[in-house]
């Protein structure tokens, strides 16, 4: 599998994540899309890393991981605390940041 | 003090200390009476007495060192300036020692004739403390050894005379009195003040002692012609105070107030300071100074003589009478015969003063002072008559009497330098005689009268429609204190002894204080006042002329005054009754000046308010308006332009952040994707 085959297929993992983002509703579906541009990102550290053969960058994968399971966490939290407070996981009916 | 001090400067030392008492003693009594002279009670006027009588006992007491030359004095500096010019002081010699023990002596008489004569007065207290600043001030101002001190004791007596005047402020006539007599004697004051000036701005010193010193100087440096014009406006000053024509208007108006204090005040002291001021600074007079002087006590002399002949009033034929004899001894001074002129002031404050306590007498029995209501009364107040009768005949010069004495020394003084003057005064001292027997007969002879007879139409002198000088009404009723003993119609009776007593005192002085000055008795009066030309002999033929002139004087009073009997043989009757009309209305001097002053000033004011009724205020008034309007402007301004900006930002900032506000939607997903755009375009853009 060449290069640019899986740069095509991280870049659109990435842009899914992207657009995932920008439509879900549901907050989980948001969380289940950052966790889709981490590991597109991911993906790329490790195809670099082994194109280049720098060890760097696999150790940058795992960070990866890892920081997204932290991340995982604290939104899941965030996520039940809201459910909890605000009785809905719908993102767009959460407006506490209008100005 | 050192041992090389000689007894004679011992003795002077000690004595020295003790003049600051003098005037201090009725100073401190005045505060005492005027704090808590009400509760006091009886006691407030015997304070005043005693505090009187010790200055007395002082003055008794530096009487020695006074007869033997010597001039006691007593200075210390003014304002804390070192300047000697500025020392202000208390020097005693003989002519101050005169006045002080005239000024203590009947002082004290004339207050303790007061406590009967002002009894059950609702103002008791007040009238002692009055009295007692009276007295202060007159003592500081015959003892001042500086212009500047003697000044303020000048204007104090003024004062005090006002506040005394006016005392039965109640009464208009009484509160106009006082008026007129404080703002005419302030003309005088003026001229006295400016030759203060005029003498300071000259040499710089003010001090009597060096007056001598002053004259040579001012001589030797070629400016005698300053000497006459100082001298004429310093007796300018005297001429306020001591009433002289053309000042003399206020004097009449000032027997309102109490009798007592017409007595004191208003015929043996305080206008008598005129007299001690022309003597106080004579040597600054220069010949043409003192032919002022001379020819304005001449014509004060014979007009007031006059207008004394017509008057009705008791009080006003002695008004008058005091105004002659000042004149008097302006005439003396004028004729620089200035020890006979002091002489006939210490003998008049004795005759005159007891006058004035006799017609006090007379008004706080009998409850009038009109004479054609008054009559018989020797029988009622044979004290009171007697007594009256002495001092009139003091003043008329009845030979050996005190008058005599001092009258013959100033016609001496007259006939040897001028006869003209000589036989004036012979007129004048005829006259004399005249009113003031016609006075007596009038009181204490004849019928008995009344007090509430009728008011006789004849003869009843109006003065209330032209004596005063604004225009109220001067006399509105008697002096007589405004209180009611007995029924109208009693029975006049004798005073009390509380009132003669004090009679009898000046009575024993109106007929031997005269003495001091004979040559019978050496002139002690004359050393004591350094004049060493005193007549050794007494002078037969003017002894004659006195007679002459009581004789005639008197015989004129009795068939005229007292009789009524027309003497003007028939065709000289309608120039008589003019000149009596003349006189009887004062030669119309209030008329003269309420025509010539007071009316023009009066109306100048009155258009000076209209002045500044209209333009002053006005143009206050429209610079107040256009202030306004400017503010209204301004304010306008301020409101639109001013606030508009301020308002003006607000609203921008509103409206930014207003817009602003929308951007921030609180969906997240919305930032979101400002981000990316921006991140695509950034990138997209960087690429290209």
Redesign the interface.
């Known amino acids: 599998m060449s290069t640019q085959a899986v740069l095509l297929i991280t870049s659109a993992v990435f842009c899914l994540g992207i657009y995932g983002i920008l439509v879900r509703r549901n907050a989980i579906g948001v969380l289940l899309s950052i966790e889709l541009i981490l590991n597109a990102a991911a993906v790329n550290f490790v195809l670099f890393g082994s194109a280049r053969a720098n060890v760097h960058a696999h150790a940058f994968a795992l960070f990866i991981i890892a920081l997204a399971a932290c991340e995982a966490v604290v939104a899941l939290a965030i996520i039940l605390a809201l459910s909890r407070s605000a009785n809905t996981v719908s993102v767009d009916r959460i407006n506490l940041l209008k100005g | 003090m050192h041992a090389d001090v000689s007894h004679a400067e011992a003795v002077r030392l000690l004595v020295n200390t003790r003049l600051f008492w003098i005037p201090l003693l009725p100073l401190i009594a005045f505060v005492i009476l005027i704090l808590i002279g009400r509760r006091l009670g009886s006691l407030a006027p015997w304070l005043s007495v005693a505090a009187l009588a010790s200055a007395a006992g002082l003055t008794f007491s530096i009487a020695k060192p006074v007869f033997d030359g010597v001039t006691l004095s007593q200075r210390w500096d003014w304002l804390s300036t070192t300047n000697p010019a500025w020392s202000i002081g208390f020097a005693v010699d003989g002519l101050s020692w005169l006045m002080l023990f005239v000024v203590t002596v009947i002082g004290t008489m004339i207050q303790l004739y007061s406590i009967g004569y002002m009894h059950g007065d609702k103002r008791f207290s007040r009238f002692f403390a009055y009295l007692s600043l009276f007295c202060a001030s007159m003592l500081g101002l015959v003892m001042a050894d500086h212009f500047l001190l003697l000044f303020m004791c000048w204007e104090l007596v003024g004062v005090c005379s006002y506040l005394l005047i006016s005392f039965w402020f109640e009464k208009p006539a009484a509160a106009a009195a006082g008026r007129k007599a404080f703002l005419t004697t302030r003309v005088g004051d003026v001229g006295l003040l400016l030759g203060i000036f005029l003498l300071y701005t000259l040499v710089g010193d003010l001090r009597f002692l060096h007056l001598d010193i002053i004259r040579a100087s001012l001589i030797e440096s070629g400016k005698g012609g300053y000497l006459t014009l100082i001298s004429a406006l310093i007796f300018f000053g005297a001429v306020g105070k001591s009433a002289q024509i053309p000042l003399h208007v206020w004097l009449p108006d000032a027997m309102e107030g109490p009798t007592s204090v017409s007595a004191l005040i208003h015929a043996a002291t305080m206008v008598a300071a005129g007299v001690y001021l022309v003597a106080r600074s004579f040597a600054l007079f220069t010949p043409d100074s003192l032919q002022i002087v001379l020819v304005l006590g001449l014509v004060t002399h014979l007009l007031a003589a006059t207008v004394a002949l017509t008057m009705t009033d008791i009080k006003r034929v002695l008004a008058y009478s005091t105004l002659s004899q000042l004149g008097l001894m302006m005439v003396a001074m004028g004729l620089e015969a200035r020890t006979a002129a002091m002489f006939h002031l210490y003998a008049h404050a004795f005759f005159k003063a007891l006058m004035f306590l006799g017609a006090g007498s007379v008004i706080h029995a009998a409850h009038t002072q009109e004479l054609g209501e008054l009559g018989g009364l020797l029988k009622r107040m044979p004290w009171t008559g007697g007594l009256f009768l002495a001092a009139a005949l003091s003043m008329c010069g009845l030979p050996f009497l005190s008058g005599f004495w001092s009258k013959d020394a100033i016609l001496l003084a007259a006939r040897e330098s001028e006869p003209v003057v000589y036989w004036l005064l012979v007129l004048g001292a005829t006259m004399t005689c005249c009113y003031v027997l016609r006075l007596w007969f009038r009181c204490f002879l004849g019928p008995e009268a009344q007090a509430s007879a009728a008011h006789g139409g004849h003869g009843k002198h109006k003065s209330a429609h032209h004596a005063s000088m604004v225009g109220a009404p001067s006399r509105a009723d008697t002096s007589s204190p405004p209180r009611s003993h007995g029924a109208p119609g009693s029975v006049a009776h004798e005073s009390p002894a509380i009132m003669v007593g004090p009679m009898a005192v000046l009575g024993i002085g109106a007929l031997i204080a005269g003495l001091a000055g004979s040559p019978w008795m050496g002139n002690p009066l004359y050393h004591l006042l350094g004049d060493h030309h005193a007549h050794e002999h007494l002078d037969i033929p003017l002894l004659f002329m006195t007679a002459g002139i009581l004789a005639v004087g008197g015989g004129l009073a009795w068939v005229v005054g007292f009789k009524r009997r027309n003497l003007l043989p028939e065709p000289l009757r309608p120039i008589g009754r003019l000149a009596y009309n003349l006189a009887a209305h004062k030669y119309y001097f209030d008329e003269l000046y309420a025509f010539a002053i007071i009316r023009p000033f009066l109306s100048l004011t009155r258009s000076l308010s209209i002045f500044d009724g209209r333009v002053v205020d006005g143009a206050v008034n429209g610079a107040g308006r256009i202030g306004w309007f400017l503010g209204q402007w301004e304010e306008r301004f301020d409101r639109t332009i001013v606030d508009g900006i301020v308002n003006g930002m607000g609203a921008v900032a509103q409206a930014l952040g207003g817009a602003?506000?929308r951007?921030?939607?609180?969906?997240?997903?919305q930032y979101?994707?400002v981000v990316?755009i921006a991140a695509v375009t950034l990138s997209v853009l960087v690429q290209l």
């Open positions: 602003g506000r951007l921030q939607t609180g969906y997240i997903q979101l994707l990316i």
